[in-house]
């Protein structure tokens, strides 16, 4: 059985990029690299008790980790698509390290675009990036600011794109899969304070070990400072933009026997925000000043927000003979709570001023086969089912036509699924070309009902030595954000001060796509790579999300027609101590004829939008990201790690004298980090490797804008973080 196995250099702590090495599954490499080196007397001959005494569980049980770990990971290869993966060390190596979000580690793979609210764009997509855990997709949920998954979680993740396999479904502009750290392999503990300017304040713990066939690990961390949201102007700090959160994350797994393994995985986040202000707005009609005597300015509003999600994830792999498999069960419940201005600077400043709750509750299976039918020939089959329940609450406080305050009570839920089967082939015609084809059929009924017959195939040609070339099509169905308003709620709202702009409440409907993707990878040098990857997508119901109302919560709508296409460029160079990167993309997103939830836009956008192209509010044209690393003295105890990366964009859309006609300012970013370790600091058998570390966000403290507060779906202005300087010590132990 061949795969195609993404990675660089084992201790690389460079971004590995688009790396599409064509080897076994199981690989000696793997074998040798995990496996403990047996342990030595120095005697010529052993007693039979010495013997027993070296044959301990513990390398037995990694040598058996090992082993399910890669046969977990061949469950889903991902043949043909492009792979970014972040080792351990990768990760270690940006600036913040272990603190940093998953959102910044992210920015450093090719075609990534920064957005507000700590929001990604994959190649030209919205936010449809679906996260997996040991290969496990998570529902998605209602986070809009949070992270509810910890870098420091994260035993080494990846992030693929372009013509995926048909195992991955309903969300594809990207997926980041990661692998967890467990208690076999991240024995011992470490404790850590980092924090600095803007109140930063961010202790975190994380302890893993084993006993006999159980092993655990788990990390918690509280942060607490004034940069949880963008700032709305350019000023160093925000106005009103305290955060507080709480998370957790925890492995429990049970090794039943050597082909049989058990996998608890769960996780908490609970995340309350302050609402940056933004002075100077006009009041939403001159005689509210009369009306609201006591509504502040609208710099001085008290607006905060709420976000809570949990979820849990039990697994059962198994190998038995040429089958291996993994089911899971996994229930995720993600809820998100606006309170207004208590002195009703909303209904002042926007017409309506409401206390609005939503809150999404998945639970759902997940079973993946590989069937090892011959050496050229290995079929794999599986299906995803997500039962769902949304459930959308609101009191809403408006003027009525004789501007008289009214409350209008609003509230509905939904249940429905999700589901989606798959099989496919994966089939080696020669030595060096790989071809993975199959089916994909996919479902949706809350409040949609559609479905798909899905397509795709993959080839991957090994043309001459340090040479890759790949070629692939995927059929894509994305079905809507479940967390969508229905349009039952405008008739409430006619006549006062809070309706819609326009009457259309078209449902949302499901995404279909045509995704063609080529690229080639050659290695240049030893350590030195080099690729470059084309992509082309033609979407019907394109869907799209925006941010509508006081209330930073994301609604989706579709454009009739849509197309993305793009090109992405990397290299890295990952030799001794020296790590270097280098990514930079091109990419151009355009849609037509808003066909779902009209209320939202104003009538004039809606009229030019359905005759013409427009881009879409997230169409970044250049994006870029580079970086290096140097260790000095990295073969002492006292090891020195300088490294610095750098994040450019030439500018989200926003309005001209069109919808999205215009582009914010290009950026450049530039962040840094220092890290100095001691080994055995403490000279204590309980105490090992010390870290310091100085990381400074935004150097040379450039001002930079992300939004203007115009463009479709665009409710506020957003800026970018100031320099912003944090330090920090850990304590492994």
């Known amino acids: ?171 594809q502009a990207a997926v980041v899969d990661i692998t967890t750290k467990n208690g ?58 305290l955060s507080n959160q709480y998370h957790f994350l925890g492995h429990l797994r049970y090794t039943v026997d050597e082909n049989t393994r058990l996998s608890l995985i769960a996780g908490i986040s609970n995340a309350e925000y302050q609402l940056p202000n933004n002075a100077g707005q006009p009041l939403y009609k001159d005689n509210y000043t009369s009306l609201l005597p006591n509504a502040p300015g609208s710099g001085g509003l008290n607006e905060h927000q709420k976000e809570i999600t949990d979820f849990a994830i039990l697994s059962l792999q198994k ?78 406080t408006v003027f009525d036509a004789s501007n008289r305050q009214t409350t209008i009570h609003t509230g509905n839920g939904r249940t429905g699924d999700v589901y989606g089967l798959y099989v496919q082939d994966e089939w080696r015609p020669l030595r060096n070309v790989t071809v993975n084809y199959g089916l994909r059929f996919d479902g949706v009924s809350e409040y949609t009902n559609e479905h798909q017959l899905s397509p795709r195939i993959n080839v991957v040609w090994r043309a001459w ?46 995404e279909r796509d045509h995704y063609f993707d080529a690229g080639i990878e050659q290695v240049i040098l030893p350590g030195w790579r080099v690729s470059f990857d084309a992509y082309y997508k033609l979407a019907h119901n394109l869907i799209d999300e925006g941010q509508f109302g006081a209330p930073i919560i994301l609604s989706g709508f579709n454009y009739r027609r849509g197309q993305v296409n793009g090109y992405e460029f990397s290299t890295s160079y990952d030799r001794g101590p020296l790590s270097l990167y280098g990514n930079f ?76 006609g215009g582009v914010v300012p290009q950026y450049a970013t530039f962040n840094m980090s220092v890290v100095q370790s001691f080994r055995d600091l403490f000279h204590s058998r309980f105490l090992r490797t010390t870290q310091l570390r100085l990381d400074v966000t935004n150097l040379f403290d450039h001002p930079y804008m992300l939004r203007t507060g115009a463009g479709i779906g665009v409710g506020a202005p957003q800026y970018g973080l100031r320099r912003t300087i944090l330090t920090g010590i850990s304590q492994s132990f």
Do not use: C
């Open 319 to 396: 190998e038995i003979g040429a089958f291996s498999l993994q089911t899971s069960v996994f229930s995720r419940y993600s809820s998100l709570g606006y309170s207004p201005d208590p002195n009703m600077g909303d209904l002042a400043y926007m017409g309506v001023s409401q206390h609005a709750e939503r809150s999404v509750m998945s639970t759902g299976t997940q079973s993946d086969v590989t069937w090892r039918v011959r050496p050229d020939h290995t079929i794999r089959f599986g299906f995803q089912v997500f039962a769902e329940r949304n459930i959308t609450k609101a009191d809403a």
């Open 585 to 660: 993309a091109w990419s151009r997103a355009i849609g037509k004829d808003i066909t779902s939830a009209q209320f939202n836009f104003a009538p004039d956008d809606l009229a030019y939008i359905s005759q013409r192209w427009i881009h879409l509010d997230h169409d970044q044209r250049w994006t870029a990201s580079a970086g290096g690393a140097y260790t000095f003295f990295h073969h002492t105890g006292h090891p020195t790690r300088l490294s610095a990366t750098m994040v450019y964009g030439s500018g989200l859309r926003t309005d001209s004298d069109v919808p999205n």
């Open 184 to 241: 076999t392999t991240n024995k011992g503990g470490n404790v850590s304070i980092y924090g600095g300017a803007r109140d930063y304040f961010f202790p975190s713990a994380q302890y893993g070990g084993q006993y006999g066939k159980w092993d655990y690990f788990f990390t918690a961390d509280y942060v607490h400072d004034r940069v949880g949201i963008e700032n709305t102007t350019s000023s160093f700090n925000a106005p009103h933009d």
């Open 1 to 171: 059985m061949m795969r195609l196995w993404f990675s660089a250099r084992p201790h690389s702590p460079a971004m590995l990029v688009a790396m599409t090495i064509l080897t076994p599954a199981v690989s000696a490499m793997a074998q040798d690299a995990v496996a403990p080196a047996t342990p030595t007397t120095g005697r010529a001959t052993t007693t039979e008790a010495e013997r027993l005494t070296r044959a301990s569980s513990a390398p037995e049980t990694m040598t058996v980790t090992a082993r399910l770990d890669r046969a977990r990971v061949a469950l889903q290869p991902s043949t043909g698509a492009t792979v970014h993966a972040f080792s351990r060390r990768a990760l270690e190596t940006i600036p913040g390290g272990d603190n940093a979000g998953l959102n910044s580690v992210l920015l450093q793979a090719p075609g990534v675009a920064q957005d507000s609210y700590g929001q990604i764009h994959v190649r030209g997509d919205h936010n449809e990036v679906q996260f997996r855990l040991d290969g496990v997709q998570l529902p998605e949920g209602m986070n809009v600011f949070g992270q509810t998954l910890m870098t420091r979680f994260a035993d080494n993740l990846s992030l693929s794109t372009g013509a995926l396999p048909v195992q991955y479904g309903f969300l």
């Open 465 to 510: 030595k340090g040479g890759v070339l790949h070629a692939g099509y995927s059929r894509y169905f994305t079905p809507p954000p479940f967390e969508v308003v229905g349009g039952s709620d405008l008739q409430q709202f006619a006549n006062t001060s809070g309706a819609a702009a326009s009457t259309g409440s078209s449902t949302v409907k499901a």
